[in-house]
């Protein structure tokens, strides 16, 4: 084995070692205790869902509805909002992936996972959980809207409206919020913080300290539609 191979070799060992203790870390406290603050509490999102199914109900009585769930910070948002529509309704869904040298986002994005059926002649209502630059989702209409849709509309969680770098239609919001990073109700960070109940803001020690403890870690990059801990941070602080 050449000394390159080796190299390469003790350095994977070596970022899955500090991947798996930075886990076990997170395993030994409360995921709440990384949180600043709750943003949007539990009820205020159910309530929020309740009525943007009341919304989806109303414009689409009697048409042939797809609701598609981009992945994957939106499929707990999704499985509410579906079980608050009470019309007749299908789901599909999509997950998209940044890509190139950077931690941010470049604007470029590509399909990982495509629908399972075609949506032609189809409403199709886009399920999104958080809106900032609006690239991705750019992307996305552009792409399905080649696919001719008899109509295609966008519902959002949540919205960063001062983030927003290109032009885009949003049917319905369900709370625009601050520049901040959000985590919670589908939303994560390195993959945490999913399963709490609210949107609270993350600690920004937490992501630094990620940071520095995994500088040979090799980083998923965060979804295109929320910035990286490092830049978001809001300008006004």
């Given at each position: ?191 945490l913080y999913r399963n709490l109940p609210f949107i609270g803001v993350l600690k920004p020690e937490v992501y630094t300290e990620t940071q520095e403890e995994s500088c040979h870690q090799p980083k998923e990059k965060p979804s295109p539609e929320q910035p990286s801990p490092e830049s978001s941070e809001p300008a006004s602080?």
């Amino acid at each position: 084995m050449s000394n390159q191979v080796q190299e390469q070799s003790s350095e994977q060992s070596r970022a899955e070692k500090e991947a798996r203790t930075e886990r076990e870390n997170h395993a030994t406290r409360s995921l709440i205790d990384d949180v600043a603050r709750i943003l949007i509490d539990a009820e205020a999102i159910q309530e929020r869902v309740k009525e943007l199914g009341r919304y989806i109900d109303e414009m689409y009585a009697g048409k042939d509805l797809l609701l598609i769930s981009v992945l994957k910070g939106s499929v707990i948002f999704m499985a509410d909002l579906l079980r608050a529509i009470s019309i007749p309704h299908e789901i599909d869904f999509m997950a998209t992936s940044s890509y190139g040298a950077s931690t941010e986002s470049s604007g470029v994005v590509r399909i990982i996972k495509d629908l399972n059926q075609p949506i032609e002649g189809r409403h199709v209502l886009i399920v999104e959980d958080i809106i900032d630059s609006g690239h991705t989702l750019s992307y996305l209409t552009r792409i399905l809207e080649a696919r001719n849709p008899a109509s295609l509309r966008i519902v959002t969680l949540l919205d960063k409206p001062e983030r927003r770098e290109v032009e885009l239609d949003v049917d319905w919001v369900g709370f625009s919020i601050p520049n901040e990073f959000v985590i919670g109700y589908g939303l994560d960070y390195n993959e945490l913080y999913r399963n709490l109940p609210f949107i609270g803001v993350l600690k920004p020690e937490v992501y630094t300290e990620t940071q520095e403890e995994s500088c040979h870690q090799p980083k998923e990059k965060p979804s295109p539609e929320q910035p990286s801990p490092e830049s978001s941070e809001p300008a006004s602080e």
